[in-house]
Structures are given as C-alpha cells and as structure tokens.
C-alpha cells in the first residue's frame, strides 16, 4: 500500500451509554414523527399522506377508472415512501376498508378483506382509485395553502400536511405504537363533528359540555352500542378514557317453544370469525350452557349470528354472559396523542378542534392570498394589454420601427404612457401607496417586462372594440375579486362565516346518520344478570350445612311417588331448615355471635338431591365448637317497610329497621353487641301489627307487641329486657304471633266453650248489660277467633310435647317474667323448642344419640297452657332431644323420601 496516498483516520472515543441514548432518542423521534402519530391537522400518518398524494399526482380522481393498487405501491415507494410494499399496501386497504374507517379515503374495487380478518388480495390483482370526500383532503393544495418538503433523494416535492378541509383526526380516528407511546382515537360521524366546528367558530368560548351537545360521542363504521357516557365525557375532557362498545343482539322466538339470539352488529375492530369460535369454544367448554348452536349467516347484506337455545334455557342470562365471555362487548381505550406543532401532544376533544380550525384558518388565509397574488398579476397584464388598445397607433409605431423583438420590447418599456381614470382605479388595486399612485398622475406609466411581452404576443382580434369590451369585462371581474379577498383577509369575522360555509356543504354532500347508538347512563351488571332466576330448594343441617337444589329436581316426580331425599344426611346430622327461594334472592346469615352476613341464593353451592352439601363454616370465618349460624334469613321481594327482631339468651330484645341490614360487606358486620356469655339465638322479619313470644329453657314465655319496642338506629347496642329470666334460666326461643284484636272476656270465653256459647258470653256482660246478643252474632264472633287462631308447639329434652292455643298466650308488657307456657317436671325436661304449627306440618327431632324422629303435628294434642304435656317420642335411657325443626307441607312435598323415618 502506498502510504503516501493513505490519509489517517481519526479515531473518537465515545462512552457507548452515550451513544446509545443519543441513537436511541434518534430513533424514537423518527419513529414519533415519521412513522406511528397522526398529525392533528389531517389526521393522517406520513405514509397514508404519500399514498393520497401519489394518488392525486397520478390522477386515479373518483370520477376516473380505478387503476392497479401496485401502480399507486410502486410510485410511492419510488418518489415518496422508501419503505417496503407490504406496509404501504397495507396502509392503503385499511384506507379501502369500509369496516375500519368511518368515511373510507380510498375507493377499492376487489378483495379488500373482512370482518374475519380474511387479508386483502395481493395488490396486482385489486384496484383502487381516490374517494370523493378525499377531493376534500386534497384540495388547494397546489395553492401555497401547504408547505412542501422534498423527498428522501430531493428529487421530488411532497406535502408536509395535506389540506384538510375536515377534521380527518376524529373522523376516522386512528391508532398507533411509537416508542414509549400510542395513541387510539375512535372515529365519529362526519356531520357531527363538522357541527362542533361550526359550533366552535360561532362560540369560541364554547365548554365541553355545549359541544358534546352536537357531538356526544364516537361513531363506529360497524355500528354497534357505546354504553354510558361518563368514559366518553372524561376522555374528551382529558385525551385518555375508556367506554364500552356492545354488539347489537336480540332475543327472538326460533321455532315451538325455544328463542334464540340474533347478533346483527359487532364492535369496532372485533374479528368476526374469531368472535364466533369463540362463543363456540365457551359452549363447549360449559363455561356457558343453555347453547344448542352457532352459526354465521353473514353476507353482503350485513352480519347475521345466530345461536340456537335450549328449550328452557335463560336467553337473556346467556347474552348477559356472552358480554362478560366474548367479544362481543368489548373496552374501548381512548388515547388522543398526535403530533401538534411537530411534537406529540396529548390532545382533548377541544384541542382538536380549535388545532383544526386554526389549521384550516390558516389554509383559507394562504389560499386567498395565493388567489390575491395571482388576481393581481392577471390584472397588472390586462392594465399592460389595455393602455396598448388605447393607444394602439403609438404601439404599432415603435414595434415596426424596433429591428427585433428584444428592441420592440425594450422600446415598449422605455415609453411613457399617460393614463386614464379606468386605468388609475385597477392601478390602485395592485399599489396602495397614494404617492406612487399620484407620480403616476405627474410622471407617466411604464410597462413592466411582462406586460410589454403580454402585448407583443397579443393577436390582432385583441385590439378590435370587441376585444376591448372583453378586456374591460375581465378587469371589473378581477376588480371585484381582489376586493373581496382583501375585505376577507382584513376581517377574521368573513374567514370564519367562509369556513363555515364550506363545513356545511361538506356535511350536506357526504353527511350520513350515526351508527352506533349512545346507551345512557350504563349500570354495570350485577352477578345475578349472569344467573337465571330460578326456583331452588334450600336445605340446612343441624350441624350447619347447606345447598341449593333446582326445584325442578323434585318436581319432576310423579304424584305419589316415594320421593327425593332432600340431604345426605350423616346419623348424627339432620335437616334443621328447609325453604324455597329464587336463585336471585338475598340470604341474611346471623351467627350466635350476633355477626350478620349476606350471600345470594345463587352464591350457595349447587348439589344434587342427595348430596350433603357444603360447611358454612366453608363460607363464614366461624369459630370452630363455639360459634354457629343462629338464622338464616331469606330478604322479602316486596317493598314493605319491615323490621328485624333481635333476640338473645340473656332476653334481651332489639327492633331495627330491615333498611340498616340489606347492603353487608363480604366480611360481615355487627349486628348486635352481646354480653359476657350471651348469644343470638333467633332473628326474625316482622311488622308493627305481630305478637313477640318469647319461651326460656324452664318454661316460661312472654308475650308482648312488637310496636311497644322502639326502633334502634344503631348496631351496637345490647338491645332492651325482653324478659327478665331466673337465675340459670335462657331464651330458646322468638317467634311471632298475629296481633289479637279480642278482650281477654272473649278468650276466656272462647277457651271454655264446652259450655253454650251464648250462656257465657252474655253472663260475662253482665246482667245490667241491656243490649241483646243474639245467637248466630255469638256464633260469627267466635267463627272469627277460631279461623285467627294459631297454636304453639312445645317439645321438651325428654319427648314430651303439647299443642296449646296462641290465645292462652295473654299479651302483656315486655320486661314481665311472662306466664308458664308448660308444666316443667323431672318427667319433661326441660323446654327445647316453642314454635308455631300448622295441623298440615310434621316435626324432626334429633337426639344426642343420632336417631332421627318424625312426628305429624296433628298428632300431638292441643292442651291447655299449665300442663305437663303428652309423651311424643319414647327415648331410650339417657337419651335426650337436641333438635327440633318443623317441616311445611310445601316442603315436604319435595322431600318426602328424607323425613320417612321411624
């Protein structure tokens, strides 16, 4: 190697984190700038701005045949976009793609793809050719309304912005992924976005809310339901929020007795094909059941999905969990990040707007003075072409005496030429200095170059009279159109109205209807919108555990069938409480502890007929042996005022309103504070016209109104004395009685009626009493007391049991030590239970050594108040009752084969 020719190179060093940052930031900016942000005033990215450009440039207009879409691929990428064909084909059929943009900027003719996600023909096969609305995007721009920059060789000039003479931004909105950020915009309906700029120009001070009064929100070109508007109000409020978008569906009747679901739209962006499979693929997987089939019977004409239903199948919980499951409601991020200024902004809606319209304002200011310039040149030639007529003799003079036509120009600018007052007037549209005007007056006129080579390639019909009248005509014309653009571009007032004139004709030309439709206020679905209500059984344990059962299970027997077993019972176990309610019905839990808690029928676990079921203990934090489920308490479906009665084994007693008990957290709350060693023993709904009756282990029971408790607000309160015990006495028991209207003479009376009715009663009005009680008025009274009547069951630990009259039950104040509601002996035992009975109802008791008994209530005797009772259940030596739960006939037609026990 010559070493004389070698140069030395010089070497840098540089610290490579440096370097790095410096490309990087290098290389993020270009991406920002050149690749992944729309700009805010056309909305467009650089490459759909070439594609558009290359398209104008090639003529491939709306009202031309379409051409071959790698014809518009290759003179981009040859002049304008060095970049490869698949993202520059692929930018220009989203363009083509009616399902992506709201007001599509490209007309496609072939396979431009679809809902499915099915891809476009290769480009040699499709053709495309520019819409009509983009005549609007492009218009002017060969008027200096735009800067131009050149192309990545500098061979060419492009467009730095188009033109835009709509909001293209939120017209067709538009998504991308910079580095470090991105931006979603959804699209809107052209008319409504063009009257919030019209709106904007009328009122410039105009807030959010007025211009959401003619723009409330996105327009989606697939249509579908944006649901509420507070994410729509905070993302045009800030740049960032999010909404929901649902499909549109429809629950109609398919064939005898079954319905299935019609989907006729979709959200924004959702592929079709994938939606489907995937309404599939949750039927299959049973994460959704009820579904027979699916099919997409899609066309031309629309979309169209059908899914086919079982005959009792909930159709709307289904399309409930369909939203939830599926696609077919999706979330919509809104991100308002575009380029303003040359740099990424996050953008409100009325940033936009106002960056729009400052835009456009500017466009319509450049383009007026480009049609100012060229007006006035046109009109200082036509001054040149009229001083020549009216001094023609003088022109033709010096032009046949020039040897040349450079001498015959020269000759034609050296003249002086006098003027007239016609010429005057146009001279001072092209100079407002009044000095110029005036040297003109004293010094003459010259010709300018191009004015004296205008009237050297004049023809000889030019300087007839005709020609002249032409002449004149042309120059009042452009008199009058310079005026008026310089009247324009002194009063902001006229660019406005102007604006808005061409707003309007462009909603009037390409204005189309919304689309998607705006839902009020969304209510976010509740768990139960996902459930079908329906009947279920509901059955506990004496040992605390529980399930639900679909009616329906039991149901289906026939009559006078041996039944379902309503629980798996364990020998020791047996059922304490069974109810029906809907799946939809709340559940109150109180534990002895005095905790409430709450659960929907539905949230209980599902089992069979014969399953045990689940622990509560599984569902509530319980202390293991020492606190248990006191009540469970079913919610009333009415709106009736009721209260909840509290009752301890202390005797205390509390009335608070059902209202301070329907919303429980899932960790529970405190329902009543308890004394050292008392526990909630009963809680019950009740209303102002019931009895409370409370009974104690040693047989006492007091009966008082529940009106005479007040109504607490609070929850921590130990309550008021219900009853006052004995020592080593406890409440067992709170039940409730209907109100007595009777006197206690009529009770007496009514108890006592082995002897003639009419005898005792008049004898208890006594003999002054001088108002006659006929027979059959005795007989009604007491018709009334018997069909009011209910009876009080009373079992004690040893079996013995005794149905007594509520009527025996005197009522009295609360706080009392109550009457004896049995005859307590070593023979009894102690008292267990009191509790109201039906003749219909059968009764359970379980014992301490697992044996489960049943007993119809009819079969106990009804006695009086003060005795001992008869013997129900002989129990075996050392075994004692620990249980008794009383079964309805309702229940008991459910689960007959269950409470068959000997």
């Not at 001083?387 to 010096?398: G, M, P, Q």
């Not at 030590?817 to 023979?827: I, L, N, P, Y």
Request: proline fraction near 4%.
């Amino acid at each position: 190697m010559d070493k004389s020719n070698t140069k030395a190179l010089e070497v840098v060093s540089v610290p490579v984190e440096e370097e790095i940052r410096r490309s990087y930031l290098d290389y993020a900016m270009s991406v920002i700038v050149s690749r992944a942000l729309p700009d805010v005033r056309d909305g467009l990215k650089p490459v759909h701005r070439r594609i558009l450009y290359a398209m104008e440039t090639l003529g491939f207009r709306h009202d031309r045949p379409h051409r071959k879409s790698a014809n518009v691929v290759g003179e981009v990428i040859a002049k304008y976009h060095p970049h490869g064909t698949d993202p520059i084909y692929g930018s220009l059929v989203r363009m083509a793609q009616w399902f992506s943009m709201r007001e599509k900027l490209v007309d496609g003719h072939g396979n431009f793809g679809s809902m499915d996600g099915d891809r476009a023909a290769a480009m040699r096969y499709t053709e495309a050719r520019l819409s009509a609305l983009s005549d609007y995007m492009l218009a002017d721009y060969d008027k200096e309304t735009v800067d131009f920059q050149p192309n990545y060789d500098d061979t060419q000039k492009m467009p730095v912005v188009l033109p835009a003479a709509f909001p293209n931004l939120l017209v067709n909105g538009g998504s991308g992924i910079a580095v470090g950020m991105a931006t979603n915009i959804p699209c809107h309906n052209l008319a409504e976005v063009l009257d919030a700029c019209c709106l904007l120009l009328d009122h410039k001070d105009a807030e959010l809310e007025h211009i959401m009064t003619v723009l409330p929100g996105p327009d989606f070109p697939t249509k579908g339901i944006i649901l509420g508007t507070k994410g729509i109000g905070e993302a045009y409020r800030t740049g960032r929020g999010s909404f929901l978008i649902r499909g549109q569906a429809q629950v109609e009747a398919y064939g005898k007795d079954r319905e299935c679901i019609l989907i006729t739209e979709i959200p924004y962006q959702v592929n079709k094909s994938a939606l489907v499979e995937r309404i599939a693929e949750v039927a299959r997987d049973k994460k959704i059941e009820g579904m027979t089939e699916v099919r997409d019977e899609s066309d031309r004409m629309g979309v169209r999905i059908v899914i086919e239903l079982k005959k009792d199948a909930a159709a709307q919980v289904i399309l409930n969990q369909l939203y939830i499951l599926t696609d077919l409601q999706v979330s919509f991020s809104v991100n308002m990040l575009a380029l303003h200024r040359g740099y990424p902004v996050q953008l409100s809606l009325l940033e936009v707007l106002r960056a729009f319209l400052e835009f456009r304002r500017e466009v319509v200011v450049r383009r007026t003075q480009y049609y100012l310039r060229k007006d006035r040149e046109t009109i200082r030639i036509l001054i040149g072409i009229y001083i020549a007529i009216s001094h023609i003799d003088r022109i033709v003079e010096l032009i046949k005496a020039s040897r040349d036509r450079d001498a015959a120009l020269q000759a034609l600018i050296t003249q002086i030429w006098q003027l007239d007052s016609i010429v005057y007037a146009y001279l001072s549209l092209l100079d407002n200095d009044i000095e110029n005007l005036e040297a003109y007056n004293v010094s003459g006129y010259r010709l300018s170059q191009e004015q004296a080579s205008a009237i050297l390639a004049l023809r000889l019909h030019r300087l007839t009279g005709i020609g002249k009248q032409e002449l004149s005509g042309q120059l009042e014309t452009l008199k009058n159109n310079i005026q008026s653009y310089l009247e324009l571009l002194r009063d902001d007032h006229k660019i406005d109205a102007l604006m808005k004139e061409e707003f309007l004709h462009i909603k009037e030309k390409f204005g189309s209807p919304r689309l998607t439709k705006l839902q009020g206020e969304y209510l976010h679905q509740s768990p139960e919108d996902f459930v079908a209500c329906e009947d279920m059984v509901v059955t506990v344990s004496v040992n605390g555990y529980i399930k639900r059962v679909p009616l329906d299970a039991y149901r289906s027997q026939k009559r006078g069938g041996r039944g379902k077993s309503a629980m798996d019972v364990r020998e020791e176990d047996a059922v304490s409480q069974i109810f029906v309610a809907d799946t939809h019905r709340p559940l109150l839990f109180f534990t002895s502890k005095g905790i409430a808690y709450q659960m929907k029928v539905h949230e209980l676990p599902l089992g069979t007929t014969t399953a045990r079921g689940k622990p509560l203990i599984a569902f509530f934090p319980l202390e293991r042996d020492i606190e248990k489920v006191a009540t469970i308490l079913p919610l009333p479906k009415d709106n009736v005022p009721y209260f909840i009665i509290f009752a301890t084994s202390h005797g205390n007693v509390r009335k608070n309103a059902l209202l301070d008990f329907l919303t429980i957290r899932a960790n529970g709350k405190i329902a009543m504070k308890l004394e050292d060693g008392e526990q909630l023993i009963r809680v019950l709904l009740a209303n102002d016209d019931q009895d409370i009756l409370l009974s104690t282990h040693q047989g006492k029971s007091l009966r008082f109104p529940v009106q005479e408790l007040r109504k607490f607000t609070g929850r921590n309160s130990t309550g008021v004395r219900g009853i006052s015990l004995k020592p080593e006495d406890y409440v067992i028991s709170m039940t409730l009685l209907n109100n007595m209207p009777w006197t206690s003479q009529e009770i007496e009376l009514y108890m006592s009626s082995k002897a003639p009715l009419e005898e005792k009663f008049i004898s208890s009005m006594g003999e002054n009493n001088t108002t006659p009680i006929l027979d059959d008025q005795v007989q009604a009274r007491f018709s009334a007391m018997e069909a009011g009547e209910e009876f009080v069951l009373c079992v004690t630990t040893k079996g013995c049991g005794k149905r007594t009259s509520s009527y025996e039950y005197r009522r009295a104040h609360r706080g009392g030590q109550g009457v004896a509601s049995m005859e307590v002996t070593a023979r009894t035992g102690s008292i267990i239970q009191a509790i109201p009975v039906k003749a219909q109802d059968q009764i359970l008791m379980l014992t301490n050594t697992g044996q489960l008994l049943r007993c119809p209530v009819k079969d106990i005797r009804i006695s009086r108040r003060k005795t001992q009772g008869v013997r129900v259940f002989r129990l075996a030596k050392g075994e004692t009752v620990v249980s008794v739960a009383v079964i309805s006939p309702d229940s008991l037609e459910v689960c007959e084969e269950d409470l068959q026990i000997t």
